[in-house]
């Protein structure tokens, strides 16, 4: 049943946003929880919507701006970010308001025609440019890549509110709206899941936009999922920091598959080593654990094990999903141990390895590529490199 309740957030400024309670895969990230789709209605002597929800919760949000004013009323869309998680309800919007402007960067214009091949009335905003709404005067900062090439802030510094679109989200289906409301191990939880899976490839910009947004009195930040942060900015804005400079903690990692226990075997040896140091170790088997679950791992851990036996040749598929998906997030500042084992050929440990080298991770113990089950010996021996990997990183 569609919840219609509308939250005022600063005086004047509602959520009007959609609940996607039952979403559990967002472009292939795993939601446990379900997300939100945030808009902000602003009421003012120019009405001014930033941003949309997800097009089929159109009626969700509709209802609720009809709560506060007739829609025709609305003077200005503000798109944030092209994705159509935000976006995707302007057109449906604008036959309710058809005089409205969609205000947007550069590239937001550009990424909208390319989507809706209509021609719309809108006004593009540089990074810096203001908009007079009434009482407030909106500002646009562009952020490119966090999320898109398009992405910008809208801020209002009357109200002391930043709209940051993507940036400080989390995926939470919520009817609490802000962050004094839900446990932060919860927000913790689902705002690195989030950074992790979306945003870690983008660390240099995500600096630039702290950079910025460190210049301007913000004492509310409104993204565009989850919730509303007001009451536990300074602890986001740390962890954003932490993982945008890719700050690990010191703890390690094990990723593997096995086909017959071999691999497996070597993992739980390689796990005594490290624990024996006084360093946390997670394993993580790929046969039964959500890759973005395991990226989550991944943005904290200072030492991460990739494990895998040698089949037709190559690694298992489920490591090479993995590790395209690695890739891709490329995170930095990793030290790194390949193991695995074969029964031929044993190309599996080579081929991570080149990719882990690729991603300038540091592997500074040679890798375990054993033939068959690995014997007592082995795994004495592959205790000691687990352990040798921290103590040569540690001394
Ligand atoms: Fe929530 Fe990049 O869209």
Known sequence: MIKLKKVEVKPDI?????????LRNFHGYST???????AYLIIDKKITLVDTVKHYLFDEMIARIKEIVDPSKID??????????????????????????????????????????KELNFKVVNSGDTLNIGKRTLHFVHI??????????TYSPVDKLLLPNDAFGQHIATEERFDDEIEWGILKEEATKYYANIVMPYGDQVNKALETLRGLKIDMIAPSHGIIWRSLITNIVKEY??????????????????????????????????EETGIPVNIRNLKNTDISDIITDVISSRFILLGSPTMNNTMLPSMGGFLTYLKGLRPRNRIGLVFGSYGW?????????KILKELQWDLPVSSINLNYLPDQNDLINAKRIGKKLVKIKNK
């Open 241 to 274: 920091t932490k993982w945008a400079n890719y700050e690990t903690d010191n703890k390690a990692l094990i990723v593997y598959d096995s086909m017959w226990g071999s691999t497996e075997k070597i993992a739980y040896a390689l796990a005594e080593g490290i």
């Open 32 to 38: 446990r929880r379900g997300t939100t789709y945030n």
């Open 76 to 117: 200005y869309i503000i798109s944030n970010h092209v994705e159509m998680d935000h976006s995707g309800s302007i057109l449906k919007l604008l036959e309710n308001c058809p005089n409205a402007t969609v205000i947007t960067s550069t590239r937001g214009e550009k990424g909208l025609r390319l989507h809706f091949k």
């Open 345 to 353: 050929g044993g190309q599996a440990v080579g081929e991570i390895e």
């Open 144 to 153: 490119p890549m966090v999320h898109w090439p398009d992405s910008m802030v």
């Open 14 to 22: 509602y959520w009007v946003g959609g609940i996607d309670w039952n």
